[in-house]
């Protein structure tokens, strides 16, 4: 079990930036994936970005080109540096762990996945 705190959300205009951190703690292992996922209200909850121990990302098509993942090691850190937001990003954003073969695998398998945060939100207004 991995603990996960994330930061950093709040209200942005279309457009702009915010950057997410997450934090993790416990029993990290060397085949961990790391990545993020949303739920806006009403909507399933989605991949946006995942990063293997390779450090192969993958990125959901509707953020491609503006949302960057990156981690560092040695804080046990997962960044989400969101550019060029929408109103269509606003939801609630949760950081999750588990071991994985590949990035892609974890994107798409939220509901297999054993470590999560309490999420942080994200609003983005017109």
């Known amino acids: 079990q991995v603990d996960l705190v994330e930061s950093g959300g709040g209200s942005a205009q279309a457009g702009g930036s915010l950057r997410l951190s997450c934090v993790a703690s416990g029993s990290l292992y060397f085949n961990n994936c790391m990545g993020w996922f949303r739920q806006a209200p009403g909507k399933e909850r989605e991949g946006v970005a995942a990063i293997d121990s390779d450090g192969t990302i993958t990125y959901a098509e509707s953020v491609k080109g503006r949302f960057t993942v990156s981690q560092d090691n040695a804080k046990n850190t997962l960044y989400l540096q969101m550019d060029g937001l929408n109103v269509d990003d606003s939801a609630m954003y949760y950081c999750?762990?588990?071991?994985?073969?590949?990035?892609?695998?974890?994107?798409?398998?939220?509901?297999?996945?054993?470590?999560w945060g309490q999420g942080t939100l994200v609003t983005v207004s017109s």
């Open positions: 999750a762990a588990d071991t994985c073969i590949t990035s892609s695998w974890f994107i798409v398998h939220a509901d297999v996945l054993e470590s």
